[in-house]
């Protein structure tokens, strides 16, 4: 039983270039959630997606978009890079049941120069 | 406003002895789940135990247990004879009541260090 997935691993870019981050979710599992997490710090929240639609939001600026794919695997958008949006980010899935338990993948590490 | 707060920055502990990890949470929803992550220097978040509000007993799997004080509002982790290979940055979540029939959100504290000591 495949995990989560993420892809890239890691990501070098320059401040104002556009990333895309994707994530294939746990078999059987239809919501993913995208995490960012800086240098010493815990995931923060940015979005999550269900039905391949955007249903929670945490706070953070629109040049952080998303989609979901009828397969249930999403991407993560960053536009106009800035310094501090170096971090890993993290995707996570799940599915409704009784704990709601979110599965995280290995993380794509971004570094803005 | 939900929060969880870990007081521990970094603890250590001897090879084979039992440690805590403190987490305390806040929360206004009768509502909630408390979750134990472990993330080794690679990255990955794994999943280690799980806390329903309304359970009556204290979760555990395997070495991992969770000392829950519902009305202290704390989740502790406990692990048993502690290995070298559980070094690593614990981390203590909580997720609210479903919004919207999707799996709510994750709020997660500032992390613990564990280091294992030979």
């Known amino acids: 039983d495949a995990g989560v997935t993420q892809s890239p691993t890691h990501l070098i870019k320059t401040r104002g270039q556009q990333v895309t981050l994707r994530c294939s979710p746990k078999?059987?599992?239809?919501?993913v959630s995208w995490y960012q997490q800086a240098l010493g710090q815990g995931p923060q929240f940015i979005f999550q997606y269900y039905e391949e639609e955007e249903r929670q939001r945490g706070n953070f600026p629109d040049r952080f978009s998303g989609h979901q794919f009828p397969n249930y695997s999403s991407e993560l958008n960053v536009n106009a890079l800035l310094l501090g949006d170096s971090a890993l980010y993290l995707c996570?899935?799940?599915?409704?049941?009784?704990?709601?338990?979110?599965?995280f993948g290995p993380g794509t590490r971004l570094t803005v120069l | 406003a939900q929060k969880i707060t870990q007081t521990q920055p970094g603890m250590f502990v001897q090879e084979k002895e039992a440690v805590t990890l403190d987490c305390t949470y806040d929360?206004?929803?009768?509502?909630?789940?408390l979750f134990w992550y472990k993330q080794p220097s690679s990255g990955e978040m794994i999943f280690l135990i799980y806390?329903?509000?309304?359970?009556?007993q204290n979760a555990t799997e395997g070495r991992y247990s969770l000392n829950f004080q519902k009305a202290r509002k704390s989740a502790n982790l406990v692990i048993s004879a502690s290995q070298l290979g559980d070094s690593a940055m614990y981390f203590c979540?909580?997720?609210?009541?479903?919004?919207?029939?999707?799996?709510?959100?994750?709020?997660f504290g500032t992390g613990t260090l564990l280091a294992v000591q030979p």
């Open positions: 979540a909580m997720r609210e009541a479903r919004s919207g029939g999707a799996t709510n959100k994750l709020i």
């Open positions: 929360t206004s929803d009768p509502s909630y789940g």
């Open positions: 996570a899935s799940s599915v409704r049941g009784l704990t709601d338990t979110q599965y």
């Open positions: 806390q329903g509000s309304y359970d009556q």
């Open positions: 078999s059987g599992h239809d919501t």
